[in-house]
């Protein structure tokens, strides 16, 4: 199959690759690529004299997260036309940012790796400054989007669960939906060595950072299409955040509970009192229910999120693979980061 395979890969562990044997890579370039077919074409206009410019040596790892249009048609026309540095990984479906991300964290080479969206919406022209932050000591470089051009309520919603999330789980960013970031080999190893079949990677990556730092960098609008974040998916990941880090959430329903309880007791002695003193009212009924349906909401909310911590716990005993790797482009010669678990129908061993 001219140097690719289809494989299907768990990722438990992370083998050496050829960077540990004396690879001269300096920085790896990881963008997860999904239905972004019109964005190619311009992101490599503006990323590749960038990459040449800062005189390092460099690879760019795509990795196409189940794209349903001409991405990877266009992707394996880029690799043949620059041998070499261009790696492509496709799954064999979407499974994510994350895991995209993840797969190439697995498999990069570069001293540093920077993350990058094809969207455009992060500007290829910081990549020198995040790695001018690294050269001035930082090992993991996050990016605080300014200037936002994203729609209201996407900009208000951000800055309401950045707020909790970093009150929740201890992890302090201002920023956690940039993906414009960049991490030293020994952070993003670490990262890699995670076997969480979900995660949220920039917290992860701050977990194992001995010297993290922030920068502002510029963000753009879309130039093409639409963001794959809708608000479903905006609420699944902040669950993969919150409920990935910490217990608090867990904890602050437990004290939740515990407060409604005593108010309901003293609530009963009070109605108790008033109704030795005054009587039976038919308007206390609708402050019965009033109550009721309160703390109904309270059990409700209390028995979903501990679903979500059960529902996670699920996830990771079934031992799943976190993805499935269809094709590699341009990885001959590298040795994969686990063992195959199987191989899709009609690949040969």
């Given at each position: 199959?001219?140097?690719?395979?289809?494989?299907?890969?768990?990722?438990?562990?992370?083998?050496?690759?050829?960077?540990?044997?004396?690879?001269?890579?300096?920085?790896?370039?990881?963008?997860?690529?999904?239905?972004?077919?019109?964005?190619?074409?311009?992101?490599?206009?503006?990323?590749?004299?960038?990459?040449?410019?800062?005189?390092?040596?460099?690879?760019?790892?795509?990795?196409?997260?189940?794209?349903?249009?001409?991405?990877?048609?266009?992707?394996?026309?880029?690799?043949?036309?620059?041998?070499?540095?261009?790696?492509?990984?496709?799954?064999?479906?979407?499974?994510?940012?994350?895991?995209?991300?993840?797969?190439?964290?697995?498999?990069?080479?570069?001293?540093?790796?920077?993350?990058?969206?094809?969207?455009?919406?992060?500007?290829?022209?910081?990549?020198?400054?995040?790695?001018?932050?690294?050269?001035?000591?930082?090992?993991?470089?996050?990016?605080?989007?300014?200037?936002?051009?994203?729609?209201i309520f996407r900009k208000a919603a951000s800055?309401?669960?950045?707020?909790?999330?970093?009150?929740?789980?201890?992890?302090?960013?201002?920023?956690?939906?940039?993906?414009?970031?960049?991490?030293?080999?020994?952070?993003?190893?670490?990262?890699?060595?995670?076997?969480?079949?979900?995660?949220?990677?920039?917290?992860?990556?701050?977990?194992?950072?001995?010297?993290?730092?922030?920068?502002p960098v510029a963000h753009e609008e879309r130039?093409?299409?639409?963001?794959?974040?809708?608000?479903?998916?905006?609420?699944?990941?902040?669950?993969?955040?919150?409920?990935?880090?910490?217990?608090?959430?867990?904890?602050?329903?437990?004290?939740?509970?515990?407060?409604?309880?005593?108010?309901?007791?003293?609530?009963?002695?009070?109605?108790?009192?008033?109704?030795?003193?005054?009587?039976?009212?038919?308007?206390?009924?609708?402050?019965?229910?009033?109550?009721?349906?309160?703390?109904?909401?309270?059990?409700?909310?209390?028995?979903?999120?501990?679903?979500?911590?059960?529902?996670?716990?699920?996830?990771?005993?079934?031992?799943?693979?976190?993805?499935?790797?269809?094709?590699?482009?341009?990885?001959?010669?590298?040795?994969?980061?686990?063992?195959?678990?199987?191989?899709?129908?009609?690949?040969?061993?």
């Open positions: 199959m001219n140097g690719m395979s289809s494989t299907i890969v768990s990722s438990r562990s992370v083998a050496s690759s050829p960077a540990d044997a004396g690879c001269p890579i300096e920085v790896t370039i990881a963008i997860p690529v999904y239905n972004e077919e019109a964005n190619l074409p311009t992101l490599g206009a503006r990323l590749f004299p960038v990459l040449e410019r800062l005189g390092k040596s460099y690879e760019v790892i795509f990795v196409n997260d189940g794209s349903r249009d001409g991405s990877q048609a266009w992707l394996e026309r880029l690799a043949t036309e620059r041998p070499g540095v261009i790696r492509i990984l496709e799954f064999s479906s979407n499974f994510g940012q994350h895991m995209a991300l993840m797969a190439a964290f697995e498999r990069a080479h570069g001293k540093v790796l920077v993350t990058l969206d094809a969207d455009l919406q992060n500007p290829p022209e910081e990549i020198p400054n995040l790695l001018a932050a690294i050269d001035r000591g930082a090992d993991l470089v996050g990016g605080v989007r300014k200037h936002r051009q994203d729609p800055f309401l669960v950045n707020r909790i999330t970093a009150a929740m789980t201890g992890i302090r960013l201002n920023d956690y939906g940039c993906m414009l970031r960049a991490y030293e080999r020994e952070v993003y190893l670490a990262v890699a060595r995670c076997h969480e079949s979900a995660t949220f990677l920039p917290a992860l990556g701050a977990r194992f950072a001995r010297r993290p730092v922030e920068i130039v093409s299409g639409r963001s794959r974040y809708g608000f479903y998916k905006l609420v699944r990941l902040n669950f993969d955040l919150m409920t990935g880090f910490s217990v608090v959430p867990l904890q602050v329903v437990s004290l939740v509970g515990i407060l409604t309880a005593f108010f309901g007791v003293g609530f009963g002695a009070f109605l108790g009192v008033r109704r030795l003193m005054i009587g039976s009212e038919v308007e206390g009924v609708f402050t019965l229910f009033a109550i009721l349906f309160f703390v109904l909401g309270i059990l409700m909310f209390s028995l979903g999120l501990v679903g979500e911590y059960i529902g996670r716990i699920y996830q990771e005993v079934r031992r799943r693979p976190r993805y499935i790797l269809r094709r590699r482009v341009g990885f001959d010669g590298d040795v994969e980061p686990d063992e195959p678990l199987g191989q899709m129908p009609g690949e040969k061993g």
